[in-house]
């Protein structure tokens, strides 16, 4: 875990975020914090459900931006700290 300097540093090495240009194209940028519905079990179950539901069916795909041997990992997690992955690092053994 960073602590406060790294997660500075990590906030500053992120694009720019503009909202307005956002909603010019019609676009939406939405996230969810479950960490906050771990008292909501009911709510979670069902939605974690249809989640892997949408994973069987193939309606969810991960952009693999790279496989990288375990034997490597230092190198997939150099990748991913200096950002330079568009989708998810795989380790494989």
Excluded: C
Excluded at 42 to 53: G, K, M
Aim: no cysteine; charged share 25%; hydrophobic share 45%.
């Amino acid at each position: 875990m960073q602590g406060p300097v790294g997660m500075i540093s990590s906030v500053l090495q992120m694009t720019p975020f503009w909202p307005l240009k956002v909603m010019q194209e019609n676009k939406a940028l939405i996230g969810v914090n479950i960490g906050r519905l771990w008292q909501e079990e009911d709510l979670l179950t069902a939605e974690l459900r249809a989640i892997l539901q949408g994973v069987a069916e193939g309606a969810f795909r991960p952009i693999v931006d790279a496989e990288v041997p375990l034997a490597e990992a230092p190198r997939a997690h150099r990748r991913l700290e200096q950002r330079e992955n568009f989708g998810k690092v795989v380790l494989v053994p």
